[in-house]
């Protein structure tokens, strides 16, 4: 599985931003996904999730109620909507993918698969 994410860009205190993720494949359904975050030297930090078997969402408790994560089996992607934005989010933002898995998706270790990983700046 191979995962392209796209969306970043440098935008103003308070905008928005919509990150997708696309995956190569046939087997999206059996993947939940996860959106994770790096600053330079600090330790990658999860931001949502979605299961694959129920679509249920999780999020950090830092973008909780301004980030809504979702996803379209149809087309292989996963969406990071991310609404008032502040500087402390920017980072790199990495898609990953966890096959089957259900449980700890807040871990990064329990991904399977990661993309590059797409720029995000907030300007204040």
């Known amino acids: 599985v191979q995962l392209q994410a796209s969306g970043g860009g440098l935008v103003q205190a308070g905008g928005s931003l919509r990150l997708s993720c696309v995956a190569s494949g046939r087997t999206f359904s059996r993947f939940s996904m996860g959106w994770f975050r790096q600053v330079p030297g600090k330790e990658r930090e999860f931001v949502a999730a979605v299961r694959f078997n129920d679509n249920s969402t999780y999020y950090a408790d830092s973008v909780k109620g301004r980030c809504t994560i979702s996803r379209d089996n149809a087309k292989n992607a996963v969406y990071l909507q991310m609404d008032n934005l502040e500087p402390e989010d920017t980072a790199v933002y990495y898609c990953?993918?966890?096959?089957?898995?259900?449980?700890?998706?807040?871990?990064?270790?329990?991904?399977?698969?990661w993309g590059r990983g797409t720029q995000v700046t907030v300007s204040s």
């Open positions: 990953a993918a966890a096959l089957l898995t259900v449980a700890g998706l807040h871990v990064s270790s329990v991904y399977d698969y």
